[in-house]
Nanobody, 123 residues
């Protein structure tokens, strides 16, 4: 099992940027695919971005391509999500998760989840 703690969320104006972090401990972080999901009020959890254990492959939801960038630092056991050009519709709780899987969009394959960090974008 791996423990995940997200940070970096906050209130930002439309067009602004944030850098979300997810610190991992426990299971071997460097062997896991890491992913970010988000959940807006009253809606289901949706895939945002994923990255393989080496960082060599990434996958993004169409709604964030070109604006968000996922990266990882295995020496620091941390995965990041740089979120730029934020829109009010990006408002959500952002969760990171880990799994021994391909970097796909299905939450089913990710076994360990953090508690989330709130991102609020004002218009």
């Amino acid at each position: 099992q791996v423990q995940l703690v997200e940070s970096g969320g906050g209130l930002v104006q439309a067009g602004g940027s944030l850098r979300l972090s997810c610190a991992a401990s426990g299971r071997t972080f460097s062997s896991l695919t890491m992913v970010w999901f988000r959940q807006a009020p009253g809606k289901g959890r949706k895939f945002v971005a994923a990255i393989t254990w080496s960082g060599g492959n990434t996958n993004y939801a169409d709604t964030v391509k070109g604006r968000f960038t996922i990266s990882r630092d295995n020496a620091k056991n941390t995965v990041y999500l740089q979120v730029n050009s934020l829109k009010p519709e990006d408002t959500a709780v952002y969760y990171c998760a880990a799994g021994s899987t391909l970097p796909g969009p299905s939450s089913y394959f990710y076994t360990d989840w953090g508690q989330g960090t709130q991102v609020t974008v004002s218009s």
